[in-house]
């Protein structure tokens, strides 16, 4: 079974412009999250689908950042205009719904590494 | 007060030693609970899952106290492969919103 993947690994980008970030999770996993490491800190949830819906986006930073999942697949992060606080390094993470709407366990990507200069 | 609180280390052992790592958190309406490691520029990867009955995984062993809001972790016979950052992770609520704290770093030398 193929794991979460997320392209690109790596972004450098200037302030000001825009970056997409695509997740594409496990097969069948109805919930998807992104996450976030800035440097220094610890990984904080930004939000979570569950299929194409938005189920939570308490974590989402500021309105710069939009997140779509549409069809309920793959996934985008798209960050416009990029700040230089963006920096860091973006997760995704995906897991099934288990017995009792419960969520199982969540397996992650190996992350997006983002640089603004 | 930080979510979850963890002993940032590095804990520096010897191959074949037995080693704990403890955390506490916050949240009391957390139900669920996971200790995950996370290898240098590499993404976090389940360990195990933390039952309030105590499981046992191989030579790791992880106990939660709800009433103490407490969990620990403890690695016998530390292998070379063991090093790496250990984080304890509870589950937000019903969401299933991971809260990572900073972790604790194990190096374990031969």
């Known amino acids: 079974e193929a794991g979460v993947t997320q392209f690109p690994s790596h972004s450098v980008i200037e302030k000001g412009q825009t970056v997409t970030l695509r997740c594409d999770p496990i097969?069948?996993?109805?919930?998807l999250y992104w996450y976030r490491r800035v440097m220094g800190k610890e990984i904080k949830f930004l939000l979570h689908?569950?299929?194409?819906?938005?189920?939570?986006e308490s974590g989402m930073p500021n309105n710069r950042f939009l997140a779509e999942r549409t069809g309920g697949t793959y996934s985008t992060l798209k960050v416009q205009p990029a700040e230089l606080e963006d920096s860091g390094v973006y997760f995704c993470a995906s897991s099934r719904t288990g017995g009792a709407g419960l969520r199982e366990t969540q397996y992650f990507g190996p992350g997006t590494r983002l640089l603004v200069l | 007060r930080k979510e979850v609180e963890q002993d940032p280390g590095p804990f520096n052992v010897p191959e074949g030693a037995t080693v704990a790592f403890n955390c506490t958190y916050s949240?009391?309406?957390?139900?669920?609970f996971f200790w995950y490691r996370q290898d240098c520029r590499k993404e976090p990867k389940l360990l195990m899952s933390?039952?309030?009955s105590g499981n046992e995984d191989g030579r790791f062993t992880a106990q939660l106290n709800r009433a103490s809001q407490y969990i620990s972790l403890l690695i016998r016979d530390s292998k070379l492969s063991d090093s790496a950052t250990y984080l304890c992770v509870p589950v937000r609520g019903s969401q299933g919103n991971l809260i990572f704290g900073k972790g604790t770093k194990l190096s374990v030398k031969p």
């Open positions: 949240n009391s309406a957390s139900q669920s």
């Open positions: 933390v039952y309030s």
């Open positions: 689908f569950v299929k194409e819906s938005k189920q939570d």
């Open positions: 097969s069948g996993h109805d919930n």
